[in-house]
């Protein structure tokens, strides 16, 4: 193969921008979710039902980044090195990843709705016992899901270039099934959980427009909602949208002369990005958490003792 093939098999524009982005990616996101790791685990513990649901999203993100040296040499060099088997890793951690963090940011906000208007109803869901229960169950779900990721993302063999690919390069018979992959875990890990999300967002800011907050602002209590409807805004919609959208001109669906190609690899680069975007969420609850766990140990305990009814909102508390 001649110098100048190769130098045609390696100068689409993915390769170094993929390069870049997942370098980034993995310099920032190592380090931010193996510190939230550490420290959810050694310094707040993992007791309460939000840490425990933080513990597992970081626990996510950090199963990401460790794959990520894969795909850098793979973009760098522009061919996959190691074989059919370990193709299969990072295609499939980079679903468990998406989605898991997809759920389990979906479950700290329903945590957080349930103890600013539902505190003492809620008490028997958020438990330590039931937060683990949860966890198990959508690691579970993950996992399934991931099996068919993994069998349909293997490593192909470019007769052009002359080379192994991974992450690309597939038939029309990989598309297929992956297209109907993609269609089942959109639904269940990102148009659900943000529906979710989004309703628990407008319950809360609707709920807060009608008291007064005494014991904190309203406007951090929003700002955990909104971050993580950010999130979502900026990772995992515009991904999914512009998947699709490519996936149906690869199975042949449609007939379309717009190209999604290169929406798709934005997107692609923005989804992962996750990994660091997540961390906010730690800071924005944590800080939140640990200003309010003395406050609302009180307020429960007074109200008890009077006999009322306290339904969290009165305090804007955690």
């Known amino acids: 193969m ?32 193996a510190a939230g790791l550490w420290i959810f685990i050694r310094r707040l513990g993992l007791h309460t039902v939000p840490v425990i649901y933080m513990a597992n999203l970081a ?6 980044t460790l794959s990520l040296p894969l795909r850098i040499i793979y973009f760098i060099t522009a061919r996959w090195h190691f074989g059919n088997t370990a193709c299969r890793i990072p295609g499939m951690l980079f679903s468990v990843s998406l989605y ?52 349909n993302h293997r490593a192909t063999w470019d007769n052009n270039c002359n080379v192994l690919r991974c992450f690309e390069h597939y038939g029309k018979e990989e598309w297929t099934m992956g297209f109907y992959i993609l269609l089942v875990v959109t639904v269940m890990g990102i148009a659900i959980p943000f529906t979710v999300i989004l309703g628990c967002t407008l319950t809360v800011i609707r709920k807060l427009r009608t ?17 993580n409807l950010f999130i979502y805004s900026i990772c995992f919609i515009p991904f999914h949208v512009a998947f699709i959208l490519f996936g149906l001109q690869k199975v042949k669906w449609v007939s379309w002369t717009t190209d999604f190609f290169f929406a798709q690899t934005i997107t692609m680069c923005l989804a992962s990005t996750n990994s660091c975007l997540d961390p906010l969420i730690y800071y924005i609850t944590t800080k ?17 003792y009077r006999g009322l009814s306290w339904t969290g909102l009165e305090a804007c508390s955690f």
Do not use: H
């Open 2 to 33: 001649t110098s100048v093939t190769l130098t045609n098999c390696s100068k689409d524009f993915r390769y170094p921008l993929f390069s870049v982005t997942y370098s980034m990616v993995f310099a920032v996101g190592l380090p931010l979710n």
């Open 59 to 64: 626990m996510s993100d950090l199963l990401f």
């Open 100 to 151: 898991s963090s997809s759920l389990f940011i979906m479950l700290i906000s329903v945590d957080r709705l349930l103890a600013l208007v539902y505190p003492l109803r809620s008490r028997a869901l958020r438990t330590p016992t039931f937060a683990w229960l949860t966890c198990g169950l959508v690691w579970g779900i993950i996992m399934a899901l991931s099996v068919p990721v993994a069998i």
């Open 211 to 227: 008291i007064s907050c005494t014991m904190m602002n309203k406007n951090q209590v929003i700002c955990i909602f909104m971050g």
């Open 288 to 304: 939140q958490i640990k200003r309010n766990n003395k406050t609302e140990a009180t307020m429960m305990t007074t109200m008890t």
